[in-house]
């Protein structure tokens, strides 16, 4: 069964609405402060004649995460994860907003702008107006981000992305559904008059989301792949 839209908040019940899309990056880890505490004075060794053999040290690789803001020349799974978790915290941005004043600020709707492409904006817009007609009952608070996943990457070039992903709303609902069913998304080349402030700094936004409640094949590729 497809549902074109299972909205942000509905997705707790599973009740379908008749419009929108399939709808967060984790709070940074607050490191604790450096110690205040003096330096130990350690005695000098005494030298001796016969010297040290000292065992050389292994430094462990250090893994290095694609980034969002740098189109690289092959697109992989893992930069498009990066890419999502930029748009998915500038669309928690506006759930947020909506959600602390019970209304739809102007700067959630400049946040949506800076995610999505049209249609797909006028679509979201339309959502974000009928959880504000229904409430935010399952709604943590504050609601964290949503997070999106890629499950693989269907088609890529330098101007359009096309991918399934699955989406986890465990920091955005107190309880969701099971994460079950199939999820397209197409990116394509962020225009600068949609994000004037560059509050998504990634070169891409949303234009095409599709989603199904079962596992289902992908859908003709947007990206005319």
């Given at each position: 069964m497809r549902r074109m839209g299972l909205s942000l908040f509905v997705v707790a019940s599973l009740v379908l609405v008749a419009c929108g899309s399939s709808h967060p990056v984790s709070s940074?880890?607050?490191?604790?402060?450096?110690?205040?505490?003096?330096p130990t004075t350690r005695p000098r060794p005494t030298p001796t004649a016969t010297p040290t053999t000292v065992a050389p040290t292994t430094?462990?690789?250090?893994?290095?995460?694609?980034?969002?803001?740098?189109?690289?020349?092959?697109?992989?799974?893992?930069?498009?994860?990066?890419?999502?978790?930029?748009?998915?915290?500038?669309?928690?941005?506006?759930?947020?907003?909506?959600?602390?004043?019970?209304n739809l600020p102007v700067q959630a709707t400049v946040d949506l702008r800076a995610v999505f492409a049209d249609p797909e904006y006028a679509t979201e817009l339309k959502i974000f107006h009928l959880e504000l007609e229904q409430g935010f009952a399952h709604v943590r608070r504050p609601p964290g981000d949503r997070r999106t996943t890629v499950v693989r990457v269907l088609s890529a070039s330098e101007t359009?992305?096309?991918?399934?992903t699955k989406t986890s709303f465990r920091a955005v609902i107190t309880d969701p559904a099971p994460e079950t069913g199939t999820e397209y998304?197409?990116?394509?080349?962020?225009?600068?008059?949609?994000?004037?402030?560059?509050?998504?700094?990634?070169?891409?936004?949303?234009?095409?989301?599709?989603?199904?409640?079962?596992?289902?094949?992908?859908?003709?590729?947007p990206c005319g792949g």
């Open positions: 940074p880890t607050t490191l604790a402060p450096p110690s205040t505490h003096s430094v462990a690789p250090t893994t290095t995460f694609p980034d969002p803001d740098v189109v690289p020349a092959v697109i992989t799974p893992a930069y498009v994860d990066a890419v999502f978790a930029v748009l998915d915290h500038v669309y928690g941005n506006a759930v947020r907003l909506m959600v602390a004043t019970t359009c992305i096309f991918v399934q998304y197409a990116l394509e080349k962020k225009s600068s008059a949609n994000d004037p402030d560059r509050l998504n700094s990634t070169a891409w936004e949303i234009y095409y989301d599709v989603a199904y409640t079962a596992v289902e094949p992908p859908p003709k590729d």
